[in-house]
């Protein structure tokens, strides 16, 4: 067996996949933001416990940087913006949730399946790390698949990225700059995204993306 | 000598299911109401209640077929058995070969066949609506229940209930995602199979709602009382398997002498009441879903039992 060091680490990246899972089918904005913080939290728990098993002092400013942007700051930032917007009681209607979950299940299997097979000679660290970031990555398109509002599209997008860093913490020797450059461009992206909402909403009165459908000219 | 200890402690643990299952449900029908600031019944009622049915005379639907009067007893010794081969206070019972996961959930299955054919056989709307409800909890819960049996199967390398448990309380267990995502999915089903509050209400007589009191709506008598006699056993057997598995702590082993066995029962006791008390607990600060909100419930307990399938297949293929 691999020792409880191994265990942690499994522990957080699997409630990692388990809370992406539970991304998917909540309708609710403020408690689809909540969850996202959850989310990013336990990405920094994760990061943070690969930084002290594997002695790589650098990892906990990747884990510091998802704490405080991603935990606090961008969810505590949508909560305005949600309020602003005047959606925050809103209940989305979410695609059948039933094949949704089975959907996302399959994507973990396959992405489990996938993952395990081909990185055979790699750390066991890093092989379990990409394998379940692969599966959140994939999570996260399909959150932003399923949805109608750009809000909890957007949410979709940053699940997204929360697996991309999952698996720069598993691959060894990422650079400081780029890590750092990405958290900042992902920063970045939020607030044009928020910007861009804020003019969807002028023009069109409404965030759900099926009204830009009509505006482009397309039939259904 | 040996074969007759066995016996006997075998023998306690049949006859103390039957004793203490109204007890737990007095507990947890006594917490509820304290903590709504009422009074509540005391908790030997459902003792009482028993009693009073027992000496009712049996009304019977004049189109009640046979199956109708043999349903209860049925029900009530399938549930029984199952009840009974959990370990409560000991592991190395007579029969614990016998107590194996897979059998439980068969035993709990036909119990709830027969059941809902009751529920069906005089012909009445409130009985068939029950059954259909039932069954279709039952289909979603189910194949969640398989779920978490294999992941435990996979982990302890066998199904048998008393390998599990000591499984479970040697060091190797480890810190496991799996076994959080079991625990949580097996609560979750024993709530629905259970009849509990956010999937059915088992307090009242609405007939919005009602899933198990709708199907035994025609009984009276002393098949009332078996039949609520067999949904208590079956309550106290969701709360020893959930303790037998996931806190086996104070289980006496194997041939143990009577001090272990006596420390197993007071352990047993305190895991009981603990959990009589969480349920009522969580009862009181959940509300009741609407029925077509329930294949949702499920279908998380069942997608937490895939997942720890899943993440299990990682650690093990690492």
Redesign the interface.
């Known amino acids: 067996?691999?020792?409880?060091n191994?265990?942690?680490a499994?522990?957080l990246a699997?409630?990692l996949?388990?809370i992406s899972?539970v991304m998917l089918?909540q309708d609710r904005l403020p408690a689809l933001i909540n969850i996202y913080a959850f989310h990013a939290l336990f990405l920094s728990l994760s990061v943070a416990w690969q930084a002290h098993i594997n002695n790589a002092p650098h990892l906990y400013i990747t884990a510091a940087i998802a704490l405080l942007f991603k935990a606090i700051f961008i969810p505590l930032a949508l909560h305005r913006m949600i309020v602003r917007l005047g959606i925050h009681r809103e209940i989305e209607a979410v695609a059948s949730?039933?094949p949704t979950?089975l959907a996302g299940?399959g994507l973990?299997?396959l992405s489990?399946s996938v993952m395990?097979r081909v990185t055979t000679d790699a750390d066991?660290l890093a092989?379990?790390d990409v394998?379940?970031a692969l599966s959140v990555l994939l999570i996260g398109l399909l959150i932003m698949v399923t949805r109608r509002n750009a809000v909890s599209q957007v949410i979709g997008f940053m699940s997204l990225e929360n697996g991309l860093v999952l698996a720069a913490t598993g691959a060894k020797g990422m650079p400081l700059v780029v890590e750092i450059s990405v958290a900042f461009s992902v920063l970045i992206a939020f607030i044009v995204i928020g910007i861009f909402l804020f003019r969807i909403r002028e023009r069109f009165d409404t965030v759900d993306v099926h009204a830009l459908d009509r505006f482009r000219g397309e039939r259904r | 000598m040996a074969l007759i200890a066995d016996l006997a402690v075998q023998g306690a643990q049949m006859s103390l299911v039957v004793l203490l299952a109204p007890a737990a449900t007095g507990i947890v029908r006594k917490a509820k109401a304290r903590l709504l600031r009422r009074q509540g019944p005391p908790v030997l009622q459902p003792y009482r209640d028993l009693l009073r049915l027992m000496r009712k005379d049996v009304v019977l639907a004049e189109n009640a077929s046979w199956l109708f009067r043999a349903a209860p007893y049925l029900i009530f010794a399938a549930t029984w058995v199952a009840a009974a081969l959990v370990p409560t206070f000991g592991a190395g019972l007579l029969f614990s070969w016998s107590a194996d996961l897979i059998a439980i959930t068969a035993l709990l299955g036909s119990a709830r066949f027969f059941l809902a054919l009751a529920g069906m056989d005089v012909g009445t709307s409130f009985g068939g609506i029950g059954s259909s409800r039932e069954v279709m909890i039952a289909s979603l819960a189910e194949p969640a229940m398989i779920m978490i049996v294999f992941s435990l199967a996979l982990l302890a390398g066998s199904t048998q209930l008393s390998t599990i448990a000591e499984y479970m309380m040697s060091p190797q267990v480890g810190l496991r995602v799996t076994l959080g995502l079991s625990f949580v999915a097996l609560m979750m089903v024993g709530i629905a199979e259970n009849a509990r509050i956010p999937v059915d209400n088992p307090a009242t007589h609405l007939e919005l709602t009602m899933v198990h009191e709708a199907m035994i709506f025609e009984y009276s008598g002393r098949h009332l009382a078996v039949l609520e006699l067999a949904a208590y056993l079956k309550l106290l057997l969701y709360i020893s398997l959930i303790a037998c598995v996931f806190a086996p702590w104070g289980l006496a082993p194997a041939n143990a002498g009577w001090a272990t066995l006596t420390i197993g029962a007071a352990a047993y006791s305190g895991k009981l009441l603990l959990g009589c008390l969480v349920l009522a607990g969580f009862e009181t600060t959940i509300a009741k879903m609407r029925v077509f909100r329930v294949p949702t419930f499920l279908g998380a307990a069942l997608m937490l039992g895939l997942l720890g399938t899943l993440l299990l297949f990682v650690s093990r293929g690492l």
């Open positions: 067996m691999h020792g409880l191994f265990d942690i499994h522990l699997g409630s996949v388990l899972l089918y949730v039933g979950m299940i973990v299997g489990l395990l066991l092989r379990e394998a379940f």
